[in-house]
């Protein structure tokens, strides 16, 4: 069974510059999360998806960041425009539902390496 | 409000040796706590979990955790280390708030082994 795909799996571009990655999960989840890790921390959350909804996106910086999950399945995450501070790996997960979350059942993508220079 | 503190960024054991990751938690309901691996260039991936049952948890690859709740605490050990062991590895806990569970992660602890 195919893993969480991300793509791409590296990005350098100079602030100010729009970037966007995308996620497709494990057949069949219909949670989708969006991880940002900064280097020597742990991941922390920016979106959660229940199928096409987004259910939480309290910590998401709308000014400049936006997702979307069109009919439930990928997802992509967008930064327009960038900045230096946002280098870091975005990660995508996916579980089968919300009951996934409290089991920690949760399935990661390899990550989408930013870079701004 | 939950969180987890991993009391050591860096460990270092010789194969063969035992391995202890410190993880202590704080959180407002009963917990869910997990452990996941991450290995260079890998996506993360779920080593245990504690779920409200047995309060010693086995996982993959030899490691398990005890649940100490007195001591708000859930170390990770492994009897002897291997090589392949060599990875960052994250505290995870997990409580409900009115619903919208999600999981807080601790800074990671960089497990290396020493030939």
């Known amino acids: 069974e195919a893993g969480v795909v991300q793509s791409p799996r590296y990005k350098i571009i100079e602030k100010k510059q729009p970037v966007a990655f995308w996620c497709n999960p494990i057949?069949?989840?219909?949670?989708l999360y969006w991880y940002r890790q900064n280097l020597g921390q742990g991941p922390e959350l920016l979106i959660r998806?229940?199928?096409?909804?987004?259910?939480?996106d309290s910590q998401l910086p709308k000014d400049r960041f936006s997702a979307e999950r069109l009919k439930g399945v990928d997802s992509t995450l967008k930064i327009q425009p960038a900045e230096l501070g946002d280098s870091a790996v975005y990660l995508c997960a996916s579980s089968l539902g919300l009951r996934g979350a409290r089991d920690g059942e949760l399935f990661f993508g390899e990550g989408s390496r930013l870079t701004v220079l | 409000a939950q969180s987890v503190t991993q009391l050591d960024s860096h460990v270092s054991v010789s194969e063969g040796t035992p391995v202890l990751l410190r993880c202590n938690y704080s959180s407002s309901y009963s917990p869910s706590l997990f452990w996941y691996v991450q290995h260079p260039n890998k996506g993360l991936q779920l080593l245990l979990k504690y779920t409200s049952a047995a309060t010693l948890v086995k996982g993959i690859n030899g490691f398990e955790a005890e649940f100490k709740k007195s001591e708000t605490s859930f170390h990770l050990t492994k009897p002897s280390a291997h090589m392949s062991d060599a990875a960052e590895y994250f505290c995870v806990v997990s409580g409900a708030n009115f619903g919208n569970e999600k999981l807080t992660f601790g800074t990671g602890t960089r497990l290396t082994i020493i030939p």
């Open positions: 057949s069949g989840h219909n949670t």
């Open positions: 998806y229940e199928n096409e909804e987004a259910v939480d």
